[in-house]
């Protein structure tokens, strides 16, 4: 129903800034309460940051807050994650996420991966020290 794809990641030093990229297929992108979640190799999967459907609500994970930006363009279908001050932990793989949130009020904004309906494929972002 709704297809992501992400873009923006790669290899930055610590202290450093990256722009990922999320576009999502089909017209009803608004719809969709959007975030971002992470995974690194041995680690269970982890919030990073989520985004309401009409982008007025946002919410981090504490690793995060005050480092990382989640905004979207609902007429583009993108949702972006601006990343400063990047530290080697925050190294893994990212995924863009949708949950369709109609059915929701304009603040809903999941924090739990199962709550996801949709999964992009994820792009790498590495961080060296």
């Known amino acids: 129903q709704v297809r992501l794809v992400e873009s923006g990641g790669g290899l930055v030093q610590a202290g450093g800034s990256l722009r990922l990229s999320c576009e999502a297929s089909?017209?009803?992108?608004?719809?969709?309460?959007m975030g971002w979640f992470r995974q690194a190799p041995g680690k269970e999967r982890e919030f990073v940051s989520g985004?309401?459907?009409?982008?007025?609500?946002?919410y981090y994970a504490d690793s995060v807050k005050e480092r990382f930006a989640i905004s979207r363009d609902n007429a583009k279908n993108t949702v972006w994650l601006q990343m400063n001050s990047l530290k080697p932990e925050d190294t893994a793989v990212y995924y863009c996420?949708?949950?369709?949130?109609?059915?929701?009020?304009?603040?809903?904004?999941?924090?739990?991966?199962?709550?996801?309906?949709?999964w992009g494929q994820g792009t790498q972002v590495t961080v060296n020290s």
């Open positions: 985004i309401s459907r009409s982008g007025g609500t946002t």
């Open positions: 996420v949708a949950k369709s949130a109609l059915s929701y009020s304009n603040t809903y904004v999941p924090a739990r991966s199962g709550q996801y309906d949709y």
């Open positions: 089909g017209p009803t992108f608004s719809r969709y309460a």
